[in-house]
Every structure is written in C-alpha cells, then in structure tokens.
C-alpha cells in the first residue's frame, strides 16, 4: 500500500507514505530498493525511495543508494542520506 502510494501525485499521500515505510523499518528494504533501482519510476520516487532508505539506515542500501546519486536524472538530498548512513558505517 505505502509503496504504491509513493508514485501518487497528491504529496500528502505521498508523506504518509514515506512516514509509514519509515515506521515499517527492515520489511521495507527491499521494496525500496527495488524502487530506487527502477530507472523507469519518476525521479520523485526514486528520489523519496532513497529518503526512506537513509532513514531506515539498513547496510545493503548503501550500494543502491551510490549508484542511483552517480545518476544525473536523480536529485538526492545527499547531506540527509549520509548523515542517515554514516550512523551504519561507524
């Protein structure tokens, strides 16, 4: 429910779903990456995707998360995302 809701164009919707895949923690990982890896999403999504990911702060989402801020059609938050990670990495 809350990944399918990231793509909706209304952005209430779309904060609570980022709220709530960030509430869900681990279960969400994977659904996530697959979103950011996805290069056929919108860029807001893979975008808040990415968010999500920092947030949760899981290691595995470190690759994904470099190669999609490699991308130029992709606009990170970078700052969050590695104060999000850094906490993972020591």
Known sequence: MYIN???????DTRLNAIKGLS???????????KLLNDKDNPPN?????????????????????????TEAKVKFDTDNLVHHHVTIVG
């Open 23 to 33: 509430e869900m923690g681990e279960p969400a990982v994977e659904p996530l990456i």
């Open 5 to 11: 809701a990231l793509g909706n164009e209304n952005n």
């Open 45 to 69: 999504v893979r975008s808040d995707a990415a968010i999500i990911l920092g947030k949760i702060g899981n290691s595995i989402a470190i690759e994904p998360l470099i190669n999609a801020m």
